[in-house]
């Protein structure tokens, strides 16, 4: 099993609806987590860390589930600026581990 | 204020020519990191400096890289001799380690191929 692993998509969703997407981590002492966003040709940008509680910004719903071991990401009433790629990632507290991506396309 | 700033932006050399990328992290950071990102391996951390010390330099892939962080405000990234298969593009990002290591910021990249 792959460390972090993601669905790498492309995800082609209509502007206004809700997207969702998964990360799937393997070990099990991984100790925080954070979504980035990369757009095309650009560098990553923290998107939102990702707390056991679970977080909202915005249109935006980052959890945690340990027991599954995935965090995930929800995107409500997407923009047609929500299209990139949304990069997990795990801190192992030795290791931080990018995951590949997941590509969102928002159409209009 | 400046954000990471990472020179040369873009990079075309010979294969056997020396590389060296160039990063200036946040001010006040104090760990830095470098990566390089392909499309077939995805955003692959190489070393990471902590008060300018390195820490982990698992990822470097062979002797053919080096990275040194001579003070707190400047890192360089070195390849001699390039290869074709290290065209990628090399992300620098800092961080502040009394805060979070996952909460990076990062440059804009060197886009480096080498042919």
């Known amino acids: 099993r792959k460390e972090v692993e993601q669905d790498p998509g492309p995800f082609n969703v209509p502007e206004g609806a809700t997207v969702a997407f998964n990360c799937t981590y393997s070990?099990?002492?991984?100790?925080?987590f954070f979504w980035y966003r990369q757009d095309c040709r650009k560098e990553p940008k923290l998107l939102m860390s990702?707390?056991?509680s679970g977080n909202e910004d915005g249109r935006f719903t980052a959890q945690l589930n340990r027991a599954s071991q995935y965090i995930s990401l929800l995107i409500r009433d997407s923009k047609l600026s929500d299209s990139a790629t949304y990069l997990c990632?795990?801190?192992?507290?030795?290791?931080?581990?990018f995951g590949k991506g997941t590509r969102l396309h928002i159409l209009p | 204020d400046a954000g990471v700033i990472q020179s040369p932006r873009h990079e075309v050399t010979e294969m056997g020519q020396e590389v060296t990328l160039r990063c200036k992290p946040i001010?006040?950071?104090?760990?830095l990191f470098w990566y390089r990102q392909t499309m077939m391996r995805g955003l692959e951390l190489l070393i990471y400096?902590?008060?300018?010390?390195?820490?982990?330099d698992s990822g470097m892939p062979e002797d053919r890289f080096s990275a040194k962080m001579p003070n707190a405000s400047f890192s360089t990234l070195k390849i001699q001799p390039s290869e074709p298969r290290d065209s990628a593009v090399y992300f620098c990002?800092?961080?502040?380690?009394?805060?979070?290591?996952?909460?990076?910021?990062f440059g804009p990249g060197t886009r480096l191929t080498v042919t």
């Open positions: 990002a800092s961080s502040w380690t009394s805060g979070n290591l996952g909460e990076q910021y």
């Open positions: 070990n099990s002492a991984s100790q925080s």
């Open positions: 990702v707390y056991s």
């Open positions: 990632v795990v801190n192992s507290g030795d290791k931080i581990i």
């Open positions: 001010s006040g950071h104090n760990s």
């Open positions: 400096f902590n008060n300018n010390v390195p820490i982990d």
